[in-house]
């Protein structure tokens, strides 16, 4: 349907145009380069302020982009005072970067979201500072599987369930849990638009994906259990049993075939070792 804006959406997901597309390659690869180029700096002895710092420079002076966070202010929100979020061992998601110093041995999620000509994009990885711990580093490479199990199972006529519950049977049999308070969600010309995407739930249910939908899978995994509480700050999120969580986020586009991962650069992850086994969509 085309409303009045002259915008195609569907069941209030806004359906991109082939130049919609090339707006969002754009900014999805802007949001990838810049963990690219933060990624050296993650070592201990770095403030995460440090972190922020780097990021918004590059976003501003070198790719010419908006850093999105600063001063978002969703209903109910004291507007988000840094350009990244940087969420450290037990923090699940909204870390505010702060003078804390990484220390080895720390997980840190860093999650950028750029604007680029009024297009976002929005991807996280996870870095470990020096040696981790067999179960820190089994945490992240788990949950770095548990999107790319999700990713996999978009193209068109699937259902937003299917992608859930794909990644929710994966993380649950390696005895982690999923964060539910918090999914993903469509992104375009807003930073969060329809549809939620449910890192959990049943096959068949929710909606149908159809080709120029797009929207972020990012996967929030707990060492322990699932619950979570908000931490006293507005918006750093934790674990209510202080064990160790994990995030990884990828922005996607439903096509014709199947899907394409915008936020892809050059220092993008290895996939995980399932991903030989499955036809890559043209
Ligand atoms: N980047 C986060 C997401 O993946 C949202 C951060 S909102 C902020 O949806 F204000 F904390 F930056
Ligand atoms: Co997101
Ligand atoms: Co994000």
Known sequence: MTGASGIIEIMGITIKSPSDIEGMRLACRLAAEVLDYLAPFVVAGVTTDRLDQL??????????????????????????????????????????????ELKTGDIINCDITVIKNGWHGDTSRMFIVGEGSIAAK??????????????????????????????????????LSVVREFCGHGIGRKFHEEPQVLHYGRPGTLETLVPGMCFTIEPMVNAGRREIKESGDGWTIVTKDRSLSAQWEHTILVTETGYEVLTLSAGSPALPAFMNAVAVPG
Not at 66 to 76: E, V
């Open 138 to 175: 089994r945490l992240c490479s788990l949950t770095y599987e548990a999107m790319w199990r999700g990713i996999v199972k978009v193209r068109p006529g699937i259902k937003l369930g299917d992608i859930g519950h794909a990644i929710q049977t994966f993380v649950e049999n390696q005895g």
């Open 55 to 100: 990021c918004h420079d590059y976003i501003v002076d070198v790719q010419g982009a908006i850093p999105a966070p600063l001063n978002y202010a969703p209903p109910g929100y004291k507007p988000y005072p840094k350009s990244i979020c940087t969420s450290i061992n037990q923090q699940v998601c909204h870390g505010i970067p702060s003078d804390r």
